[in-house]
């Protein structure tokens, strides 16, 4: 088993069990600036200090989300010879694929790989493709940890620095406004969400400002039912818009599709950057891991590409078998009919936030095959993933002021802007229990420090 030789030392460094002032002092801080929330009305409580890697994983999970994002998008053709009859696997309905059905040159791509440690090594379970992905902004939650008195003397002496994802994408975005040739000196950028998604998530919006203002934008935030063009150019008011930070995501453009046609109509003719596009969120849906693994199988990869999504993606498939000879092996819907419960999830292709996912380990025999049945007979994409079973790692935590440490499931995240990981952020739960490290279950959430 892989030991975590930074984060042990860390753990001896803060000194057995006890009264934690300085821990306490950057929870207290956190929660002053809200600095891992996304609403005013959740509380998402933070981790007592970072996560901290070894060059080692660093480097190998820097590496494994760079290719599977390049696998995704900039190479897909590598493996998919026809993206129409990918569109028709993934069961994409009229709706949706006039927005999906095309690279746009404007686009600027960000992703988030998320990770879990088990006994058999790191696996990734669902690679985000988008802006709306979490954690973006953790670089306020780095900053208090680079200077809190105790954290910040052991980060530095060891070398160990945490990048800044939200700066990596302000500076890849500010790129992509130069080669549309925007001439302001302060390009304007729109976080854009849903109408009724928009006033909801103003603390995380406010942030995204804060950021793209420090990287020399102006920033504002908007809904799409502010949006219109004129000319080819893009609109909020009577504000021009230079990119998107587009916030809303497929699933919600289910129900209102005409409100996301000004951005996709601004961004196609080349007159807005756009963060990040409707094709590359599409292609970062649960059943592209099923594709993906399945051209691994039949060879379709390079050699060392298909060790790499073998080794790293857990069994994925298609709870529906594609009618397409191209993707023949992407799906199987007899694959739990037998299976033992407890070694499956089933989520559907498109979703956020954990909506729809049952965990058979979580949950009873009964409850399970329900909702296998339902998602194997549903008309839209479902998949099934083999569980990955946790590996506890022993962390840092607090009760109140007094320093514990104990075992937690630790579900870090990698950011990869435009093909280049640009940092991470963690979750943790506590505990072995076989849960979702999720919010809803009492993850704590962080950041990772590594070495250069």
Known sequence: MESFLVQSAFNDYLGPPGPAPELAALREALDATKAVRTRDDMYFTPLPAPLLLDREQNAYLRHASERLVALLTTELGTYVADEAELLDVLRIGPVLRPFVREALAADVTVARCDFLWSREGWRVVEVNIGGPVGGLDVRGYNDLAAKNPLVGPFLTENGL????????????????????????????????????????????????????????????????????????????????????????????????????????????AGTTALISGFREELLGCKGMLAVLRDAAVRGLLSAEDAHLVLDVVPETVLLHRPDRAGFSGAGDPQVLRDATAADWVVKPSIGSSGGGVTLGAGVDEGTFRDAARAATGSDDAWVAQRFVRSDPVTLPLLRDEELTFGGCQIHPSFFVTEGRATGAWTRALPGQAARLVAMVNGALFGGVYAPH
């Open 161 to 268: 620095d945490a990048g800044s994802p939200i700066d990596a994408l302000a500076e890849a975005t500010r790129r992509a406004c130069e080669r549309l040739g925007v001439a302001a000196a302060r390009p304007v950028i729109a976080i854009v969400d849903s109408p009724e998604f928009e006033p909801i998530y103003h603390l995380a919006y406010r942030r995204l400002v804060e950021h793209y203002a420090a990287n020399g934008f102006d920033a504002v935030i908007c809904h799409q039912g502010t949006l219109s063009v004129r000319n080819g150019h893009l609109f909020s008011g009577e504000l021009h818009i230079d990119a998107v930070h587009r916030q809303f995501i497929l699933e919600d453009m289910l129900t209102e599709p005409e409100l996301a046609l000004p951005v996709l109509q601004a961004a196609s």
